[in-house]
């Protein structure tokens, strides 16, 4: 270590490989003070301005805030506090552009200044040498100073190390070629500088301070040489200016001859380094308890008539400072924060100065003129030369295109630090920079995503070994039960004989049920399938007549009353679909009662449908648990009794229901205005939107909950089907009626039904369950998809026809799983379901063609 | 009004990859007068042809592969490219050798390997390979300079040997290089090479009339003059100076120590230096950046590499020169030898 | 008689190399990740199912089995890309069947219509839901896969997949999408 400080006694330095030497620009603005810009009118407070997180807000809209209070409060260790620069009123906090290279929004405190610039009370501090290094830490940390000179890394972290320091290394080497803030600082400010070092000299205690300034700032190493005489643990280590000699790595290096570790923090070389502004700041925060509010800023640039340093409130827009600066009206502006090597372009001026604004540089034309175009690489090797990480940027750059990630890492893409060197210097203008930095970005991203990747596998993984566990958990209580059952059966009882004597009946009608069904399957094969459905629905009707009719109990009337209320919509609706096909099968259906519905009804046979629907779900919901119970203790499944969970439930459907068929309503009503409003003619519209949920819920032994679910799911796709064919077929005829000039008459006719039977299962497991749902999904996928081929060959047909329009499409998609017959054959039901799904969706398919066909010979 | 959106660096040198290739073909002037001057009007009127082919050759391949045609004609590779042919083939060569050089070179060395930048081989020292193995005969048919030819050789008789194989006087190129004495006069190094093979000393290889008072006539002003243009390379920083002097010195080096083992065999340090195309390709072909190494210690490597091969294949090689091959020896060698000489990175082992 | 020895000393020779090589593979034998944990670990482990497979492992070992590669919709081109390097075969175009619109996706829920069925919970592949009967559920927005199982068995459609959000944490440098305002 005595070498190294022998060695800057005697002001030899050590080199950093390669460097550039950009024309010197700083004449602009060294030769004139730093002024104080008037109060703008609003000030924008990004809440995040630092590396880390962003604080916690503790002021809302409306609050009266004082110069200095705190805007955000910090409770992670990584988080910096913003402040108010000055009094007046938060007019709102919203997302605001804030000073980054993507243009991109977040949130910010938008304050109004009030004129007064209003101190909250202050606490100055005489002899801040009596304070201990935990209180100077605090004091840094509620100041919310982050580093200044560009990256913004919270100050109190990187004084707060545990590693022995043996240099202090002050950054006063601005290299940039435009940027003269930290030098006017110093010259202006020495003193208050050199109060900041020493306060850090305090918390870090290192063997030597070195200051390292580049020698094109001669009055500011005069003006801190004055104030470092009696001082001699500070060394002032004035290096040749060389661009980037202000990088960390490349400061290090110069003034120390180490190099930092790729992926280290020089702190383990027991090396700390605080860029100047930072140095001043901490002594305002840590002697006058002033938080960090404002800064230096160089405006700057050829296309300025008074390029200056200017005292910035944060939050000031730049556009303000552009103004104070008298920046002419250009027709294409380009303004940069930060330097001209390493800044950023802006896409406005309502951007907003941060704690690591140091620049704002507004070149003419002439002075940076627009980007050449990129040619090809001629491998000059001119970029190697001048990188001062000694990367290949060529390269790189080759692999940045390829996207060759493995090589790039290899290559130490990550050890460039965008200095811009490289891009400098190329002949063919190649942007190698902006190709590293998108490289960087999508390399990092990938790595998220390969985290996040192991993660959801793990969590996969872990899913599925509960599932298994409780899977196998159920099974060994099933097994019990039917154990324990059996036991008792054999055990000669009253009760066994009961028990078997009810199994028995549950057998006989099961047996008379299959018969039933095959009866009717005879039946109506020959018949055309509109006639099977009504066929189902009719079944359905009878046996919930049947089921509600004989249900007295005084608990059930609700139940009763839906059932009843069921019973009318079914009615109502058939009556409505018989219309539309005139073929109905009379006989098919004399077990209900049939009330002549007009055709102007249809509507209200629409809504009522839907509720109707609705209620059937929940009735099939309720019901099955209920014939869990019942069947159990041996009674006939006719008596309901619900416990007062499933009226909830119930209650919950019936709303959701409501809801639904309100929002059918609605669709259908504001058609029809639509179609009077407009239509010249005379049109007729008829919407047939049928879906219908029948479930079955049959006699059995014992039905497990799965059952339950089941249906439950039928009736949830069939809801969801009816609707998003409702909102089809409602946007069609809007379409249609729009543009019709002479009658159109329309008829869209969607039948979705699907229709569950879910029989005589004695135990069904999870697995069947999903089976099912995964059929339903399919056969909503489906329909869904033939929905939208109907809606847009409608629109096309419709979109030229000025003449009478008579459009037909009749889109019906049948989900039927008959899950029936077997006793315990859960294999085979489920590849029956299947079956059914795949027949169903083929079916679905040739009517959507046969329809295409239709509209497009049309 | 609108907002410039634009990536970090903001500022750039203001050079161009034209303005340096055009350096480059500006630096070759000197050479090419040397070259007038000692053997007349030949590798002037070879240039133009292969300037003119090369333009013609590079404009269909862009236009066939749809590229910026007006930034790419005239970014100067090209005609470089065609300039370096021009210069290395004999001046009296027909007219067709320099087309289809530059032809060869632009359209298939260079343009079907991507185009500027991609090309792992020199273009005009590929092109010359390829005439010098297809046609031998009029590859070294290099005329003796002007001042022991005893035939007047101006502008119009140049053009009719180039197109016609005869002066408008009938002299063939086979005449014309006959000395007065009656004995075929061919370059320095084939009049070295083909003594050393009859079993001659150098120093009596050394009497004949091309070697005169120095190292040759006319060639090794030629090489001077490469050498200046050199020179203004490097003080323009057009080129780094370590690919020359590293070349340079490896022929140096290997010259001297096969010259101090044996004098009689083995042609002086400076006679290597001086003739044939060495200063050429020490300063214009080596230093081409695309088809050579990309770091200094690679440049090195690569340079010392194609002066060791130039010394073997001018000692035990069938050609006389060797220039040439060991430029594309050493192309292909590029890639190992970037492989092998990457700098370590700040901050690595 | 010549021949013959020829014939011997060729056929011992061949016999003592293959016999060497034999032991070699024995004794060296490198004992690599099966294929299809090698193809897993290139899947996106959205384990979103629309491969037709119940999840990636599934999916994976699939594909191992000869499978066609290119059933991966979230994984993309890039997937399709290393699977067919990782198997020696030729990158081949996404499944039409399964092509979706791979834009990286989160699921959300709309809690003021969550009824609270627990439906979405035992859909989702990760358990990344957190919610119990009767309660509003919601979704742990770091651990969804975005594989949008969860949509639809929900009965009141009240999730929905919401894309991620451009933040200046995950901005790719894409300048050309900068908006920039235009002022006349």
Redesign the interface.
């Known amino acids: 270590m005595e070498t190294v400080i022998e060695r800057i006694e005697q002001g030899r330095f050590w080199q ?2 390669g460097g550039i030497h ?2 010197e620009m700083k004449f602009l603005t060294t030769n004139k003070p730093i002024r104080t810009v008037s109060l703008p009118q609003r000030l924008v407070l990004p809440i995040q301005q630092h590396i880390g997180e962003a604080g916690e807000l503790i002021v809302k809209p409306g609050d009266y805030v004082l110069k200095g209070q705190p805007l955000t409060k910090t409770t992670v260790p990584l988080a910096v506090p913003i402040h108010a620069p000055t009094s007046g009123t938060i007019a709102s906090i919203e997302n605001h552009i ?1 000073a ?5 929004n ?1 949130m910010s405190v938008i304050l109004m200044p009030d004129g007064e610039d209003r101190w909250r009370e202050r606490h100055i501090v005489e002899n801040y040498s009596q304070l201990d290094k935990n209180t100077l830490v605090e004091k840094i940390a509620n100041a919310g100073i982050a580093g200044m000179g560009g990256a913004g890394f919270p100050t109190h972290i990187k004084v707060n190390t545990k590693a022995k320091i043996d240099f202090l290394i002050i950054n006063a080497a601005e290299c940039e ?1 435009y940027i003269t803030a930290d030098d006017l600082l110093m010259r202006e400010h020495a003193a208050s500088v050199i109060e900041g070092i020493k306060i850090l000299d305090k918390i870090l205690e290192p063997a030597f301070i070195l200051i390292g300034i580049e020698d094109n700032k001669p009055e500011a190493i005069d003006a801190l040489n004055h104030e470092i005489k009696q001082f001699d643990k500070i060394k002032l280590c004035v290096v040749p200016t060389k661009y980037p000699t202000g990088g960390e ?1 490349q400061l290090i ?1 110069i003034l120390t001859g180490k ?6 923090l020089p702190s383990s070389l027991g090396i700390v380094m605080q860029n100047v502004g930072t140095c001043h700041a901490i002594a305002e925060a840590v002697i006058s308890d002033t938080p960090l509010i404002k800064r230096v800023v160089t405006v700057t640039g050829q296309a300025l008539e008074k390029p200056q340093n200017v005292w910035a409130l944060l939050g000031t827009p730049i556009e303000h400072l552009l103004q104070e600066c008298q920046y002419p ?8 924060m ?1 330097g ?9 001026t309502q951007v907003p100065v941060v704690k690591t604004t140091n620049c704002i ?1 507004a ?1 003419s034309e002439k ?2 003129p ?4 990129e ?7 001119q970029c ?2 001048v990188c ?5 940027p ?2 790189l750059q080759w692999h940045a295109k390829a996207k060759d990630s493995e090589q790039l890492t290899k ?2 893409l990550f ?1 460039c630090i ?1 200095c ?2 490289c ?7 190649i ?1 190698l ?2 190709y590293y ?2 490289s960087k ?2 390399i990092r ?1 990938q790595k998220l ?1 390969d985290i ?6 793990q ?6 070994a509960r599932l298994e566990r409780d899977k196998k958990a159920r099974e060994e209580k099933h097994k019990k039960a039917a154990e324990a059952r059996r036991a008792r059966m054999n055990s000669g009882t009253e009760e066994a004989n009961k028990e078997k004597s009810a199994v028995a009946a549950a057998l006989a009608r099961v047996q008379a049920k299959k018969a039933q069904q095959s009866g009717v399957q005879a039946n109506t094969t020959n018949d055309d399938k509109k006639s099977q459905v009504a066929d189902a629905i009719a079944r359905a009707k009878a046996k919930k007549a049947g089921q509600s009719a004989p249900n007295g109990d005084a608990g059930d009337d609700k139940k009763q009353q839906v059932a009843a209320a069921i019973a009318r919509a079914k009615a109502k609706k058939l009556a409505a679909k018989e219309q539309a096909n005139d073929d109905s099968a009379e006989e098919n259906i004399n077990a209900v009662e049939t009330k002549p519905t007009s055709a102007q009804d249809d509507k209200k046979a629409r809504v009522a449908a839907a509720v109707a629907r609705a209620k059937a779900k929940k009735l099939a919901a309720q019901e099955q648990p209920s014939d869990v119970g019942t069947d159990d203790t041996g009674k006939s499944p006719e008596t309901i009794s619900s416990t007062a969970e499933d009226a ?1 439930k119930a209650r ?1 459907a019936a709303a ?1 229901a409501k809801a639904k068929a309100k929002k059918l309503a609605a669709n259908t009503e504001s058609d029809d205005q639509r179609t009077e409003g407009e239509a010249e003619a005379s049109t007729k519209d008829k919407d047939d939107v049928m879906a219908e949920a029948i479930v079955e819920p049959p006699q059995e032994t014992s039905t497990s909950t799965q059952d339950d679910k089941k249906a ?2 039928a009736a ?1 796709v069939a ?2 089907k009816a ?1 998003k064919l409702a909102a089809n077929t409602g946007s069609d005829d809007q379409r249609t009626e729009g543009e019709a000039e002479a009658s159109t008459k329309d008829k869209a006719e969607v039948t979705a039904e699907a229709v569950v039977e879910p029989m005589q299962e004695t135990s069904t497991s999870a697995q069947d369950d999903k089976k099912a ?1 995964i059929a339903a ?1 399919v056969a ?1 996928a489906k329909a869904k998809k033939q929905a939208a081929n109907a809606d847009t060959d409608v629109k096309q047909v419709e979109g030229e026809a000025k003449a009478s329009t008579k459009d037909k499409t009749n889109v019906t998609a049948e989900a039927d799983v008959e899950a029936a017959g077997e006793t315990s054959t859960s294999a085979q039901d489920d590849k029956k379901a299947r079956i059914a799904a795949a027949v169903a969706k083929a079916k679905a398919k040739k009517l959507a063609e046969k329809a295409q066909k239709d509209n497009q010979t049309s | ?13 203001q ?3 034209s ?2 290739m055009r350096l480059v073909i500006y630096a070759t002037i000197p050479g090419i007068i040397a070259q007038w001057y000692f053997f007349g009007w030949g590798n002037l009127i070879q240039i133009g042809l292969a300037t003119v082919t090369a333009l013609i050759a590079e404009f269909l391949v862009l236009s066939l592969r749809e590229k ?1 045609i007006k ?2 004609l005239f ?1 100067g ?1 090209a005609i470089l490219t065609a300039v370096l042919i021009g210069i290395s083939i004999p001046a009296l060569a027909p007219w067709w050798v320099s087309v289809l050089g530059a032809l060869f070179a632009i359209a298939i060395v260079k343009q079907l390997y991507g ?4 090309n792992p081989f020199n273009p005009a020292m590929a092109a010359y390979v390829m005439l010098l193995i297809s046609f031998p005969v009029q590859m070294t048919l290099w005329q003796p300079p002007l001042s022991l030819m005893h035939h007047q050789l101006d502008f119009v008789n140049t053009l009719s040997v180039i197109f016609t194989n005869f002066t408008l006087d009938g002299y063939s190129v086979e005449q014309l290089r006959t000395h007065i004495d009656g004995f075929t006069m061919a370059t320095p190094l084939d009049t070295v090479k083909t003594a050393l093979t009859m079993g001659k000393t150098v120093e009596e290889a050394m009497t004949s009339p091309v070697i005169g008072e120095y190292f040759s006539v006319g060639w090794q002003w030629i090489n001077a003059a490469f050498l200046l243009g050199g020179f203004v390379l490097i003080y323009k920083k057009a080129i ?1 100076w370590v690919t020359p002097a590293s070349f340079l010195a490896s022929i140096f080096v290997c010259s001297f120590i096969a010259f101090m083992v044996s004098p009689d065999t083995n042609t002086s340090t400076m006679f290597h230096w001086f003739s044939g195309a060495t200063m050429l390709g020490a300063f214009f072909i080596l230093t081409d ?2 088809s ?1 190494a ?3 210690k690679g ?1 090195i490597v690569f340079a010392a590499l194609a002066g060791f091969l130039v010394f073997i294949i001018r000692k035990y090689g069938g050609y006389p020169d060797a220039v040439a091959f060991a430029v594309l020896l050493c192309n292909m060698a590029a890639p190992l030898i ?1 492989q092998f000489t ?7 082992q | 008689m010549t021949v013959l020895i020829a014939i011997l000393v060729v056929g011992l020779i061949s016999l003592a190399f293959g016999a060497l090589l034999g032991f070699a593979s024995v004794k060296f034998k490198v004992e690599g990740d099966p294929l299809a944990e090698q193809i ?1 670990a290139i ?5 979103c199912g629309q491969c037709g497979y119940p ?3 599934p999916y994976a070992d699939a594909v191992a089995n000869g499978e066609a590669i290119n059933k991966c919709a979230p994984g993309g081109d890039d997937t399709i890309k290393k699977i067919a390097d990782l198997m020696g075969v030729e990158p081949i175009a996404m499944d039409e069947a399964h092509e979706t619109d791979n834009t990286p996706k989160v699921a959300f829920i709309i809690e003021e219509d969550c ?1 609270g069925c627990t439906k979405c919970i035992q859909a989702c ?4 839901i957190i919610g119990t009967t ?1 309660q509003m559920h919601t979704i742990i927005a770091d ?1 969804c ?1 975005g594989c949008d199982l969860c949509v ?2 929900c ?3 009240c999730i929905e997949m919401r894309p991620i959000p ?3 944490r ?6 050309a999408n ?4 235009q002022i006349d």
């Open positions: 950093f490989h950009p024309p804030i980054h290279p993507s243009g991109l977040e070629p790595k290096k190099e930092v570790p790729s992926g280290v009206q250009q027709q294409k502006r380009h303004i940069i930060g001209p090597m390493m800044g950023f372009s802006l896409p406005n540089l070149p002075e940076i627009d980007a050449n175009q040619i090809e690489c001629i491998r000059c090797g190697a030369e001062p990480a000694q990367l290949l060529q390269e290559l130490n050890d965008e811009g060197a891009a400098y210097v190329c002949p063919s203008h942007p920079v902006h930095r998108v970005a999508e991203q995503l996040k990747a192991e993660k959801a596998k969590r996969f993984e872990a899913r599925k909830k919950i959701v439950r799911i949830a809801k969801a609707k749902r999904a909503k | 009004m609108a907002y410039w959106i634009a990536s970090s660096p903001h500022n750039h040198i050079d161009k990859t303005a340096l910026n930034e790419q970014d590779s185009g500027l930048g991609h780094s950046p695309v050579g990309t770091s200094v440049r970037d990457r700098p370590r990175t700040y901050g690595h | 897993d899947l996106p482990q959205t384990q999840g990636c492992k009824i592949p990760v358990d990344a009767k651990e896969t639809a068995p009965p009141v459609d451009q933040t200046t995950n901005w790719q440098w894409d300048l900068i908006p920039v305002t």
